[in-house]
């Protein structure tokens, strides 16, 4: 089982990121996410060299549930 851990302090300069994720809500409020042989989870990946996070994520989400992200809101601690 996977365990997700928020952390509200800004993400350390020396902190790698491996991998980023995302909540994303469809117009109507309901929070898509990716079903893949009864596995339920979040949509996302491992950033490419040169990526952004949030390029990661709007490739991530296109690659594995074509769709495309049309806004983005950030949480506080996001940079």
Not at 10 to 23: A, D, F, M
Not at 56 to 72: D, F
Request: aromatic share 8%.
């Amino acid at each position: 089982m996977v365990k997700f851990i928020w952390h509200e302090a800004p993400i350390p300069n020396n902190l790698p990121i491996t991998q980023v994720y995302g909540v994303l809500f469809t117009d109507d409020g309901r929070i898509m996410l990716r079903v893949d042989n009864s596995f339920h989870g979040l949509v996302g990946g491992t950033p490419e060299p040169g990526e952004t996070y949030e390029e990661t994520l709007h490739r991530e989400v296109y690659e594995e549930v074509n769709c495309k992200i049309l806004t983005v809101a950030k949480c506080a601690s996001a940079s």
